[in-house]
């Protein structure tokens, strides 16, 4: 079951010259900033309410952000939904004929499992699917 918005992703060429607009003229506040070196990307982080803008600065020309970049340019990358259960969501989508990008949730440091909806099955929206840890 789809919980919320967790986040919209948007790719920029500079983290810095992008929050002059999302938190300087526009007034978001920044969280922090980390960088994920196993996607090769820097991440600045804005709350919304209870979801985020998330600014994606590629660190690493080949990543799949920085392909991403070099491809499209600067624009938003993706919708993130948080899920209860991301199996059974995979697994109902994948049911439905949906086209996963992930045939198993990645993880990240924080223990967030995260896959993948591809943007051919979700009217060209890349779709990111989020289980946060409990506890």
Same mark, same amino acid.
């Given at each position: 079951?789809?919980?919320?918005?967790?986040h919209v992703a948007v790719?920029?060429?500079?983290? *810095?010259?992008?929050?002059a607009f999302w938190r300087? !003229?526009?007034?978001?506040?920044?969280?922090?900033?980390?960088? &994920? +070196? %196993?996607?090769?990307?820097?991440?600045?982080?804005?709350?919304?309410?209870?979801?985020?803008?998330?600014?994606?600065?590629?660190?690493?020309?080949?990543?799949?952000?920085?392909?991403?970049?070099?491809?499209?340019?600067?624009?938003?990358?993706?919708?993130?939904? *948080?899920?209860?259960?991301?199996?059974?969501?995979? !697994?109902?989508?994948?049911?439905?004929?949906?086209?996963?990008? &992930? +045939? %198993?949730?990645?993880?990240?440091?924080?223990?967030?499992?995260?896959?993948?909806?591809?943007?051919?099955?979700?009217?060209?929206?890349?779709?990111?699917?989020?289980?946060?840890?409990?506890?």
């Amino acid at each position: 079951m789809v919980k919320r918005i967790d986040h919209v992703a948007v790719v920029v060429e500079n983290l *810095e010259a992008a929050l002059a607009f999302w938190r300087d !003229a526009l007034g978001l506040p920044l969280t922090r900033t980390e960088r &994920n +070196e %196993t996607e090769g990307v820097a991440i600045a982080f804005l709350p919304v309410g209870e979801s985020e803008i998330e600014l994606l600065e590629p660190t690493d020309a080949e990543s799949g952000i920085g392909r991403y970049l070099a491809k499209r340019g600067q624009g938003m990358h993706h919708v993130c939904v *948080e899920v209860d259960d991301i199996e059974g969501t995979m !697994a109902r989508l994948t049911a439905h004929g949906v086209e996963l990008i &992930n +045939e %198993t949730p990645r993880l990240r440091d924080d223990g967030t499992r995260y896959a993948f909806v591809h943007p051919r099955s979700a009217s060209g929206v890349l779709v990111e699917l989020y289980q946060k840890p409990t506890g």
